[in-house]
């Protein structure tokens, strides 16, 4: 398939949980998450509008497995949004490990959206919890601002970042993903059913460098 690059204006460049917890040393390590900050400062500067993205539950969040008695993390419960794959605790609001990447240049961001902060839900999208339903204002704030288009990058390929490219399609945004600026956690098969269904949904794949040399 032919490659389309978007053009600078409209295009937002959505960076999913660049946090300490996501990458090598963190509670929740995503193999090789710490390989993208680099990938991701540089691709920064080819875009108008920078966006991030901040997971952030409090301490006993139902997404840990350590809140349900004999589950181990990457077990799964049945929510009552659906089933909920369990993790070591991570990204607890206020610790260092819920601090962003030390090295990804946050200053150019001009939204900061945090997730998962309600007890009871688990959200791994940008756009929607994962009841599918309880929206985090993204896309009226991207409405707002003339925004159509979303380069999507970060951790972690097969959750959050495949479920806000998916929900950035559904809400009606062209959505790209960088290959290259993001990993994946890949418990159980999920990274190639990621994008899979990326693939499906209309996701187009870049790679960083098909936007830096359009820049
Ligand atoms: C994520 C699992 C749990 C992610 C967040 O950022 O992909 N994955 N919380
Ligand atoms: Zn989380």
Same mark, same amino acid.
């Given at each position: 398939m032919e490659r389309? +690059?978007?053009? +600078? #204006?409209m295009r937002a460049l959505l960076v999913i949980d660049v946090q300490n917890d996501f990458c090598p040393?963190? #509670?929740?390590?995503v193999p090789e998450g710490d390989?993208?900050?680099?990938?991701i400062n540089e691709l920064m500067a080819a875009f108008d509008h920078v966006v991030l993205t901040q997971d952030w539950h409090p301490e006993g969040h139902h997404s840990?497995?350590?809140?349900?008695a004999g589950k181990g993390p990457y077990d799964t419960v049945e929510m009552d949004y659906g089933e909920q794959v369990l993790w070591p605790d991570h990204c607890v609001q206020g610790t260092a490990g819920a601090d962003f990447h030390p090295d990804l240049n946050t200053t150019r961001a001009e939204l900061i959206i945090r997730k998962g902060f309600r007890p009871e839900i688990d959200s791994y999208s940008a756009f929607f919890e994962n009841d599918q339903e309880t929206p985090t204002g993204l896309t009226g704030y991207l409405r707002e601002r003339g925004i159509d288009t979303l380069v999507v990058v970060g951790l972690a390929t097969d959750f959050c970042v495949k479920w806000s490219a998916l929900d950035g399609c559904e809400q009606g945004f062209t959505v790209h993903v960088v290959e290259d600026a993001t990993r994946g956690i890949d418990t159980?098969?999920?990274?190639? #059913?990621?994008w899979d269904a990326m693939h499906e949904a209309g996701v187009q794949v870049l790679e960083a460098e098909d936007l830096l040399q359009a820049a």
């Open positions: 389309v +690059i978007p053009t +600078i #204006a040393g963190g #509670a929740l390590p390989v993208v900050v680099p990938v840990f497995a350590s809140s349900h159980n098969g999920s990274l190639a #059913a990621a």
